[in-house]
């Protein structure tokens, strides 16, 4: 087992390419992605109004959205079409429209209809511009219902007045909402990358040595998984602490967890992954198709993991997907930690699921190893031995030559 992890060790040393997945990539990655939601909160994001109404209500209901901290309305517009232009000059970001029908609705008493149009290129132009709207109108309908039954109750105030007090993500930032459940991600997909990069460069060799690895130390199943998963786990151990403990001190995301308790609950889910990228390292046979494979998965495992939309809401089918991966439960953990300053024992669950999945991925990581890739070097040697210019051909083929 030593012997494969130094000998892994020498290989992810000498490899460029794997050493910019293990560490560039998990220094750059938090950095660039919390410059980008750095400001967490956008005010006043430019707006247009589309008012068909012309009545007193719609333009009472104009003058609560622009007081609103979110929103500033810039201009009034007679038509979509023009909004549109103004959207795609980049005057404003978002359109509202009032309905025709907006004050003889509210005169009596009926529903009113509102529709805002927003561009989603920065989320936190949408959700201000939602938050702001619903807001406004909840305002004016708490005001407009309290003027009606004011006889009746001799209230000159609003039926609900509602608080909102926010708990764990006090500054209600869009980056301390989202980032610390992508955080987890971005050492998972760094390591995947990795690993599917390193046996890709193994099969690659494979192809031109007659079936066989030079750079590959001879030992058993076990003692292999075992000695690649340990050498990951130390070149993880600085990036992992950088990418948890750091970086959320840097951008100032919420810090209510115990380091210890994060170092913890990081360990089941490091060894979960490398176990992981060494099951499904099955379906790689070539470094490029890593990127085909594991970057284009990484979106999706940001949505499984409840990061834009709760858990709880998925689908059954995709609710199991996610809980195969070790990533969500991380992330989701680590939110609870972070944010609300939930203790380890809080999260015992998701821990234990943690090292479930590490043996159950230590399981299917050997019988890959033992049952699927062994026989395949196998058949490379016998096809090598057959025909030693198959290797060759293949290599032209591939290349279109």
Not at 216 to 243: D, M, Q, R
Not at 296 to 323: C, H, M
Request: proline share 4%.
């Amino acid at each position: 087992m030593l012997k494969v992890m130094r000998n892994e060790f020498r290989l992810v040393m000498a490899d460029q390419g794997v050493l910019v997945f293990f560490l560039l990539l998990c220094f750059a990655y938090p950095i660039l992605y919390s410059l980008i939601y750095n400001t967490e909160v956008a005010r006043n994001v430019p707006t247009v109004v589309v008012d068909d109404s012309r009545s007193h209500a719609s333009r009472e209901i104009v003058r609560n959205i622009d007081a609103t901290p979110e929103v500033a309305v810039v201009g009034i517009v007679p038509s979509m079409s023009e909004a549109r232009d103004c959207m795609a000059r980049k005057d404003c970001y978002a359109i509202i429209h009032i309905d025709r029908d907006f004050g003889r609705d509210n005169a009596r008493g009926d529903q009113r209809h509102i529709s805002a149009y927003c561009d989603m290129s920065v989320m936190m132009r949408y959700k201000n511009v939602l938050s702001g709207l619903v807001g406004a109108t909840q305002h004016e309908a708490e005001r407009t219902q309290a003027l009606a039954v004011a006889p009746v109750l001799y209230n000159t105030g609003g039926i609900v007045n509602a608080r909102h007090v926010p708990i764990g993500n006090t500054g209600m930032g869009m980056a301390s909402a989202i980032l610390l459940f992508v955080l987890p991600l971005v050492l998972q997909q760094s390591m995947l990358l990795g690993i599917g990069m390193l046996h890709g460069g193994s099969m690659e060799r494979r192809r031109h040595c007659a079936g066989k690895d030079p750079l590959e130390v001879k030992a058993g199943v076990i003692p292999t998984v075992l000695g690649k998963s340990l050498c990951y786990l130390i070149i993880y151990a600085l990036p992992s602490v950088f990418v948890l403990h750091v970086t959320p001190h840097i951008f100032d995301y919420p810090q209510n967890a115990n380091p210890l308790a994060v170092i913890a609950l990081a360990l089941p889910f490091l060894l979960g992954v490398s176990l992981m990228g060494q099951t499904i390292k099955v379906f790689i046979n070539e470094r490029e198709s890593t990127f085909l494979m594991i970057v284009f998965s990484s979106i999706v495992f940001i949505f499984l993991s409840g990061a834009s939309w709760p858990r709880f809401e998925i689908s059954t089918f995709w609710k199991a997907v996610g809980d195969v991966v070790p990533g969500v439960w991380m992330g989701n953990a680590y939110v609870l930690m972070k944010s609300d300053g939930a203790s380890l024992w809080q999260v015992a669950r998701h821990m234990a699921i943690l090292w479930g999945q590490c043996a159950i991925f230590f399981a299917l990581a050997c019988l890959v190893e033992k049952y699927i890739s062994r026989p395949r070097y196998a058949r490379y040697q016998e096809r090598a031995q057959e025909d030693p210019t198959l290797a060759h051909r293949l290599e032209l083929i591939k290349n279109g030559e």
